[in-house]
Protein backbone atom coordinates (compact mmCIF):
# COMPACT_ATOMS: atom_id res chain seq x y z
CA UNK A 1 0.00 0.00 0.00
CA UNK A 2 2.43 2.62 -1.21
CA UNK A 3 1.37 6.26 -1.17
CA UNK A 4 0.19 7.94 -4.24
CA UNK A 5 2.52 10.50 -5.63
CA UNK A 6 2.01 14.14 -5.52
CA UNK A 7 4.41 16.93 -5.88
CA UNK A 8 5.15 18.13 -2.30
CA UNK A 9 4.11 22.02 -3.55
CA UNK A 10 3.01 24.04 -6.24
CA UNK A 11 2.48 27.70 -6.47
CA UNK A 12 0.72 30.62 -8.38
CA UNK A 13 -0.81 33.67 -8.43
CA UNK A 14 -4.19 34.99 -7.73
CA UNK A 15 -6.44 33.67 -10.79
CA UNK A 16 -3.92 31.98 -12.54
CA UNK A 17 -4.51 28.05 -12.82
CA UNK A 18 -2.83 25.77 -11.21
CA UNK A 19 -2.85 21.19 -11.32
CA UNK A 20 -1.28 18.91 -8.76
CA UNK A 21 -1.00 15.52 -10.22
CA UNK A 22 -1.74 12.14 -8.49
CA UNK A 23 -0.11 9.10 -9.90
CA UNK A 24 -0.40 5.69 -8.77
CA UNK A 25 -0.76 2.08 -10.46
CA UNK A 26 -3.13 -0.11 -12.20
CA UNK A 27 -4.28 -1.41 -8.72
CA UNK A 28 -5.67 1.89 -7.66
CA UNK A 29 -5.77 4.92 -9.58
CA UNK A 30 -5.27 3.55 -13.11
CA UNK A 31 -7.89 0.65 -11.94
CA UNK A 32 -10.94 2.40 -10.74
CA UNK A 33 -12.70 5.99 -10.91
CA UNK A 34 -12.24 5.92 -6.76
CA UNK A 35 -10.03 9.06 -7.18
CA UNK A 36 -11.02 11.55 -4.53
CA UNK A 37 -9.67 15.07 -3.54
CA UNK A 38 -9.42 16.71 -0.40
CA UNK A 39 -8.32 20.25 0.50
CA UNK A 40 -7.13 21.08 4.46
CA UNK A 41 -6.05 24.15 5.92
CA UNK A 42 -3.92 24.21 8.87
CA UNK A 43 -5.27 22.78 12.14
CA UNK A 44 -8.59 21.94 10.65
CA UNK A 45 -10.50 18.67 9.23
CA UNK A 46 -9.95 17.80 5.66
CA UNK A 47 -12.82 18.91 3.07
CA UNK A 48 -14.10 16.71 0.31
CA UNK A 49 -13.62 18.37 -3.12
CA UNK A 50 -14.14 16.29 -5.83
CA UNK A 51 -14.95 12.43 -5.84
CA UNK A 52 -15.65 9.81 -8.30
CA UNK A 53 -12.53 11.39 -10.28
CA UNK A 54 -14.22 14.44 -11.65
CA UNK A 55 -17.21 15.05 -9.58
CA UNK A 56 -18.27 18.36 -7.07
CA UNK A 57 -19.89 18.00 -3.93
CA UNK A 58 -22.71 21.04 -3.86
CA UNK A 59 -21.02 23.87 -2.20
CA UNK A 60 -17.72 23.45 -4.40
CA UNK A 61 -17.07 26.25 -6.45
CA UNK A 62 -16.62 25.19 -10.27
CA UNK A 63 -13.10 26.54 -10.09
CA UNK A 64 -12.32 23.22 -9.26
CA UNK A 65 -12.05 20.47 -11.54
CA UNK A 66 -10.81 16.34 -11.03
CA UNK A 67 -9.80 14.47 -14.52
CA UNK A 68 -7.81 10.92 -15.11
CA UNK A 69 -5.63 9.29 -17.38
CA UNK A 70 -4.16 6.26 -17.11
CA UNK A 71 -2.39 5.60 -13.76
CA UNK A 72 -2.78 10.05 -13.02
CA UNK A 73 -5.16 11.70 -11.70
CA UNK A 74 -5.11 15.52 -11.52
CA UNK A 75 -7.20 18.51 -9.61
CA UNK A 76 -6.99 22.02 -11.57
CA UNK A 77 -7.93 24.50 -9.86
CA UNK A 78 -8.44 27.83 -12.07
CA UNK A 79 -8.89 31.54 -10.79
CA UNK A 80 -6.68 31.10 -7.87
CA UNK A 81 -7.76 32.50 -4.92
CA UNK A 82 -6.27 33.64 -1.46
CA UNK A 83 -8.39 31.50 0.27
CA UNK A 84 -7.37 28.32 -1.84
CA UNK A 85 -3.81 27.95 -0.07
CA UNK A 86 -3.88 25.00 1.83
CA UNK A 87 -2.32 21.45 0.93
CA UNK A 88 -4.30 18.97 -1.04
CA UNK A 89 -4.40 15.21 -0.63
CA UNK A 90 -5.90 12.41 -3.21
CA UNK A 91 -6.94 9.48 -2.66
CA UNK A 92 -7.86 5.90 -4.46
CA UNK A 93 -9.47 2.68 -3.81
CA UNK A 94 -7.08 -0.22 -4.14
CA UNK A 95 -7.65 -3.84 -5.06
CA UNK A 96 -7.26 -4.78 -1.83
CA UNK A 97 -10.14 -3.07 -0.79
CA UNK A 98 -8.54 -0.08 0.87
CA UNK A 99 -8.19 3.59 0.52
CA UNK A 100 -4.55 5.23 -0.23
CA UNK A 101 -3.74 8.68 0.01
CA UNK A 102 -0.99 10.70 -1.55
CA UNK A 103 1.64 12.46 0.39
CA UNK A 104 0.09 16.06 -0.35
CA UNK A 105 0.70 18.92 -2.14
CA UNK A 106 1.01 22.46 -0.11
CA UNK A 107 -0.28 25.08 -2.39
CA UNK A 108 0.86 28.61 -1.90
CA UNK A 109 -0.87 31.52 -3.33
CA UNK A 110 1.61 34.06 -4.04
CA UNK B 1 -26.65 19.19 13.79
CA UNK B 2 -24.68 17.14 11.78
CA UNK B 3 -21.17 16.04 13.53
CA UNK B 4 -18.97 13.64 14.15
CA UNK B 5 -17.07 13.74 17.65
CA UNK B 6 -14.34 11.87 18.40
CA UNK B 7 -12.93 11.18 21.64
CA UNK B 8 -10.37 9.32 23.97
CA UNK B 9 -6.77 9.96 22.87
CA UNK B 10 -4.29 11.15 25.11
CA UNK B 11 -0.77 10.05 26.08
CA UNK B 12 -0.18 6.24 26.16
CA UNK B 13 3.28 4.31 26.45
CA UNK B 14 4.41 1.95 23.96
CA UNK B 15 3.04 -1.69 24.10
CA UNK B 16 0.01 -0.34 25.97
CA UNK B 17 -4.02 0.21 24.98
CA UNK B 18 -6.18 3.01 23.82
CA UNK B 19 -9.61 3.11 22.49
CA UNK B 20 -10.92 5.95 20.35
CA UNK B 21 -14.69 6.46 20.05
CA UNK B 22 -16.39 9.20 17.61
CA UNK B 23 -19.99 9.49 18.62
CA UNK B 24 -22.32 10.63 15.35
CA UNK B 25 -25.57 12.76 15.91
CA UNK B 26 -27.86 14.59 13.15
CA UNK B 27 -27.85 11.65 10.56
CA UNK B 28 -28.98 7.85 10.63
CA UNK B 29 -25.74 6.38 11.27
CA UNK B 30 -26.61 2.83 10.86
CA UNK B 31 -26.81 3.66 7.44
CA UNK B 32 -23.63 4.82 6.67
CA UNK B 33 -20.13 2.97 6.59
CA UNK B 34 -17.71 4.10 8.50
CA UNK B 35 -13.62 4.87 8.47
CA UNK B 36 -10.63 6.07 10.44
CA UNK B 37 -8.21 8.40 9.21
CA UNK B 38 -5.26 9.29 10.70
CA UNK B 39 -2.38 12.57 10.44
CA UNK B 40 0.80 11.97 12.50
CA UNK B 41 2.42 15.67 13.29
CA UNK B 42 3.26 17.44 10.52
CA UNK B 43 2.40 14.63 7.67
CA UNK B 44 -0.01 13.48 5.27
CA UNK B 45 -3.13 12.04 5.62
CA UNK B 46 -3.14 7.86 6.05
CA UNK B 47 -6.10 5.77 5.99
CA UNK B 48 -6.83 3.01 9.10
CA UNK B 49 -9.56 1.29 8.27
CA UNK B 50 -13.70 0.93 7.39
CA UNK B 51 -16.66 -0.55 8.59
CA UNK B 52 -19.71 -1.51 6.50
CA UNK B 53 -22.89 0.34 8.00
CA UNK B 54 -24.02 -2.74 9.25
CA UNK B 55 -20.60 -4.23 10.82
CA UNK B 56 -20.57 -6.99 8.56
CA UNK B 57 -17.20 -5.83 6.38
CA UNK B 58 -14.14 -4.27 7.72
CA UNK B 59 -11.02 -3.25 5.99
CA UNK B 60 -7.97 -2.34 7.06
CA UNK B 61 -4.40 -0.86 6.41
CA UNK B 62 -1.42 -3.27 6.25
CA UNK B 63 0.25 -1.13 9.08
CA UNK B 64 -2.49 -1.10 11.36
CA UNK B 65 -3.53 -4.95 10.60
CA UNK B 66 -3.47 -7.34 13.71
CA UNK B 67 -2.95 -4.14 16.02
CA UNK B 68 -6.38 -1.60 15.77
CA UNK B 69 -9.77 -3.01 15.67
CA UNK B 70 -12.57 -1.10 14.04
CA UNK B 71 -16.31 -1.76 15.02
CA UNK B 72 -19.81 -0.03 15.87
CA UNK B 73 -22.16 0.32 17.82
CA UNK B 74 -25.61 1.57 16.05
CA UNK B 75 -27.87 1.76 19.29
CA UNK B 76 -25.37 4.18 19.97
CA UNK B 77 -24.76 6.02 17.43
CA UNK B 78 -20.88 5.10 18.23
CA UNK B 79 -17.53 4.08 16.21
CA UNK B 80 -15.10 2.66 17.70
CA UNK B 81 -10.99 2.17 17.56
CA UNK B 82 -9.47 -0.44 19.71
CA UNK B 83 -5.70 0.32 19.54
CA UNK B 84 -3.46 -2.34 21.08
CA UNK B 85 0.30 -2.86 21.05
CA UNK B 86 1.13 0.47 20.44
CA UNK B 87 3.97 1.89 18.94
CA UNK B 88 5.57 5.22 18.28
CA UNK B 89 4.50 5.34 14.65
CA UNK B 90 0.89 5.24 15.79
CA UNK B 91 0.89 9.08 17.26
CA UNK B 92 -1.26 10.98 15.45
CA UNK B 93 -4.51 12.78 14.96
CA UNK B 94 -7.39 10.18 15.02
CA UNK B 95 -10.26 11.04 12.31
CA UNK B 96 -13.71 9.38 12.38
CA UNK B 97 -15.36 9.99 8.93
CA UNK B 98 -18.37 9.14 7.48
CA UNK B 99 -18.46 7.79 4.15
CA UNK B 100 -20.45 9.58 1.31
CA UNK B 101 -22.69 6.56 -0.02
CA UNK B 102 -24.63 3.55 1.88
CA UNK B 103 -24.17 0.54 -0.06
CA UNK B 104 -21.90 0.18 -2.05
CA UNK B 105 -20.28 2.72 -0.36
CA UNK B 106 -18.35 5.34 -2.30
CA UNK B 107 -14.66 5.09 -1.02
CA UNK B 108 -14.91 9.25 -0.19
CA UNK B 109 -15.88 11.18 2.73
CA UNK B 110 -18.54 13.62 3.08
CA UNK B 111 -18.02 14.60 6.88
CA UNK B 112 -14.93 14.63 8.98
CA UNK B 113 -14.88 14.78 12.71
CA UNK B 114 -12.02 17.34 14.65
CA UNK B 115 -9.84 14.66 15.35
CA UNK B 116 -8.19 13.44 18.69
CA UNK B 117 -4.50 12.90 19.31
CA UNK B 118 -2.68 9.73 20.16
CA UNK B 119 0.48 10.26 21.59
CA UNK B 120 3.03 7.12 22.35
CA UNK B 121 5.70 7.71 24.30
CA UNK B 122 7.44 6.34 27.15
Known amino acids: QSALTQPASVSGSPGQSITISCTGT?????????VSWYQQHPGKAPKLMIY???NRPSGVPDRFSGSKSGNTASLTISGLQAEDEADYYC??????????FGGGTKLTVL | QVQLVESGGGVVQPGRSLRLSCAAS????????MHWVRQAPGKGLEWVAVIWYDGSNKYYADSVKGRLTISRDNSKNTLYLQMNSLRAEDTAVYYC???????????????WGRGTLVTVSS
Open chain 2, 97 to 111: ARDALDYPIGWYFDL
Open chain 1, 91 to 100: SSYTSSSTLV
Open chain 1, 26 to 34: SSDVGGYNY
Open chain 2, 26 to 33: GFTFSNYA
Open chain 1, 52 to 54: DVS
